[in-house]
């Protein structure tokens, strides 16, 4: 286990022919929480596009997990898989931030909206 905190952490499990990588994204408001939960849904409906991804994390607690077995080391370079898992993690943190900043942008635009509206009305009545 390779860990930052309890919250982020990265499980390697290795077998004769295969290993599963499991990850635990950080997630500190309830709106990471439930933007890792669409990314994770998303993912996992595209699970067959992606080779190694797996449909459910492997552990309770984990967030996306992935198997890489021994046809996959003669179909792809062991670098590629590395660096592809390594892009996912940190691709997958960088778009949690950037999801996470639209949505809080547009909670901001509606709630200007709205109290311009009400201010409006009040001032026409």
């Given at each position: 286990m390779i860990s930052k905190s309890d919250q982020e952490c990265c499980l390697i499990e290795s077998s004769v022919n295969s290993v599963r990588i499991s990850i635990k994204i950080k997630k500190g408001m309830e709106i990471e929480h439930l933007l890792v939960r669409m990314l994770e849904r998303f993912m996992a409906l595209r699970a067959d596009r992606f080779e190694i991804f797996r449909?459910?994390?492997?552990?309770?607690g984990y967030d996306f997990s992935f198997l890489i077995s021994a046809n996959h080391l003669l179909i792809y370079r062991k670098e590629e898989l590395i660096n592809f898992v390594l892009e996912?993690?940190?691709?997958?943190?960088?778009?949690v931030n950037e999801l996470k900043l639209d949505v809080i942008n547009?909670?901001?635009?509606?709630?200007?909206?709205?109290?311009?509206?009400?201010?409006?009305?009040d001032i026409q009545k």
């Open positions: 449909k459910k994390p492997a552990h309770e996912f993690v940190a691709g997958i943190d960088k778009e547009s909670a901001r635009f509606a709630a200007n909206f709205f109290t311009q509206a009400c201010s409006n009305n």
